[in-house]
């Protein structure tokens, strides 16, 4: 067995105030950002719901049928940018398990660089320590050093990806607490990034690119940080650039099998959807999407009524149950402002009904129910935005398991 090589301190506290001033400006637009995304993913609930209905509704054969799946295309797009903007905020808080990272690397690095001029080699360690990542948003920090490194030699060249075991014994790398850690290095020989514009490079909005957001360096570092590690840059102009992400090692022993990668796959609206039977109540506090998930259930085959707000929830609930005509299910929006929102509302009920059947569904909240539900008093999640089949699924293993 290879032993982890150790990082010998050279530096002390160079760096230092640096990670401390990204920290603080991260921390400056999490509120900024998770309003942003909450609003955000509610409109996108709406857009996305009503353009699923409809392709169902109209059906594969009809006319306007491939302007609507272009439609919900941009939809998926624009939801990939509002769960950029959630890893400013605690909504974006990483749902953990124990995995090892390097087959998810490598199928991050086959998916970005398919069809490329430029090479990748692959190098690890045959024990890599296994870690506690939420894989879906690793696979994003991959990814975006992938892209970057690719964009960096429009004209070819080689990428190198390395990961090995590293125990830190000192504080050469800025921001990380004595411990073994994994390290995950991308390494390009592209253009580079000059010294002005390495200091700025995670900073929220800052790019180079004409097409780019400035968000791919800034959500990843926030990932990462929310992960208990860093990351970092070395880089000079014309001479490539090296990004670092480590990683804590996990305390537990078996690793759980990794998820590749996966993208957005276009299928036939009707393809997998579960049609049922029952009473739902929808509590959300936006009227258009409080609509649409009603039309949605309703074309599922549900009967459903709504409120508005977590006290209403209560009321109808106990009624209907009082009334021998309980509801089958609850779909409870998580952030009601200025009211009672579905987390309390949940907690509540359960004690008056310890049968309840609630799914929680939040574009963002300050709230760890969407990425552990367990330990609350929900069933299962339904993120906003979703589609009709994601709704579907939910209620069909919920209420015939």
Known sequence: MRHPKKIVNSTGKHNAEDELFKSEKLESISLLAGGIAHDLNNMLSAILGNISILRIELGEGNQHSAKLVAAEK????????????????????????????????????????????VKCSIEKEDDLWPVDADKGQISQVVNNLIINANQAMPDGGDILIRMRNLQVSNTEVPALKLGD?????????????????LKKIFDPYFTTKTKGNGLGLASSYSIIT???????????????????????KSMQLAPAKSNPFEAEKEEPASEGIHRGKGRILVMDDMEAMMIV????LTVLGYDVEYSTNGNEAIKAYKTAKDAGNPFDA???????PGGMGGEEAANILIDYDPNLVAIASSGYTTSNVMSDYKNSAFKAVLPKPY????????????LNS
């Open 74 to 117: 941009a939809t998926l797009q624009a939801r990939l940018l509002t769960q950029q903007l959630l890893t400013f905020s605690k909504g974006g808080t990483p749902a953990l398990e124990v995995t090892t990272i390097s087959e998810m690397v490598e199928e991050c690095a086959q998916f970005i660089l398919r069809g490329s001029k």
């Open 181 to 197: 850690y994994i390290c995950i290095e991308v390494r390009d020989e592209g253009i580079g990034i000059s010294p002005n514009n």
């Open 226 to 248: 929310m992960h208990k590690g860093t990351i970092t840059a070395d880089s000079s102009s014309g001479k490539g650039s090296i990004f670092r992400v480590y990683l804590p």
């Open 293 to 296: 998930a009603g039309e949605i």
């Open 330 to 336: 609850c779909v409870f929006d998580l952030t009601v």
């Open 387 to 398: 589609r009709i089949k994601e709704m579907s699924d939910v209620l069909h293993e919920l």
